[in-house]
């Protein structure tokens, strides 16, 4: 017979569960509906056009929304979000930039650098979060009191400690398997705002047109959503784990 569950075990495994099954969804719906949508040859794009903006002192990537206005149009006077590592600041911009074509490379990097800054600062908090409480749980479950509970305690102790291990593995399959195609677009990126800001001008093409590295980056944006699905499944596992550990 099963001992009953502490409650601060009930509490950290069902926030844990919460954590992990967040990061799931989140990540399901940045493959299976975000990256198709900014995939769609159309006029009116999933996310708002973006600059993208280095800031020099300290050249981290930034970006910026767009004036709300059509994208050959000339200026916009209004108060815009910028993104920097974490911080949110309000801008007064006096005068809009275009942001290019949809069917263009550069326009297509906008759309997944904005998707990829949202979650950059969601995600990692999400996945080490329950990696912590599914670590708390392992190490804080009472001791057998008869000696035939204590193999029960060792398969709830070690489906624990799994349920840790996978959602930690989210960030070892970042920074191993994802990296690659991350850095690929990443460096793309660094040539939209280099060219943006060293001559001023950009490769922006005439509408309906599409430019020589759009189909290639295409094919990034596309690995990275497979990639990022594949990532995703390493939570769904550690709730498999941590609910093994519940019903033990």
């Known amino acids: 017979m099963s001992s009953p569950t502490p409650p601060h075990i009930l509490i950290a495994t069902s926030l844990g569960l919460c954590l ?15 990256i198709p949508a900014i995939l769609l040859p159309s006029d009116a794009p999933l ?27 000339g200026t916009g006077n209004e108060k815009e979000t910028l993104l920097d ?10 005068e809009g930039k275009d ?22 600062h969601t995600m990692p908090p999400t996945t080490l979060g329950s990696a912590l409480l599914y670590t708390l749980c392992a190490f804080t479950l009472p001791g057998p009191l008869l000696p035939e509970t204590w193999n029960e305690l060792a398969m709830k102790r070690t489906c624990y400690v799994l349920s840790a291990l996978l959602s930690a593995g989210v960030m070892v399959f970042t920074l191993t398997a994802l990296k ?7 460096e793309r990126v660094q040539e939209v705002v280099e060219q943006e800001q060293g001559d001023g001008t950009k490769a922006v093409g005439v509408k309906g047109q599409t430019d020589d590295k759009r189909g290639e980056t295409e094919a990034l944006i596309r690995q990275w959503g497979k990639m990022n699905a594949i990532r995703a499944m390493l939570p769904v596992m550690a709730v498999v784990s941590a609910i093994t550990a519940l019903v033990l």
């Not at 992990?20 to 975000?34: D, K």
């Not at 690659?180 to 990443?186: D, R």
């Open 20 to 34: 992990s099954t967040s990061f799931t969804i989140g990540s399901l719906g940045l493959s299976y509906f975000a």
């Open 47 to 73: 996310m708002p056009p973006l600059e993208l903006v280095t800031k020099r002192e300290e050249q981290n990537f930034r970006t910026e929304k767009a004036p709300k206005q059509p994208l050959d149009s």
């Open 85 to 94: 590592s974490g911080a949110t600041t309000t801008v007064l911009r006096g």
């Open 99 to 120: 942001t290019g074509s949809p069917s263009t490379s550069s326009y297509l990097l906008r759309q997944w650098f904005h998707l990829f800054s949202k979650g950059m």
């Open 180 to 186: 690659p195609v991350n850095s690929a677009l990443h």
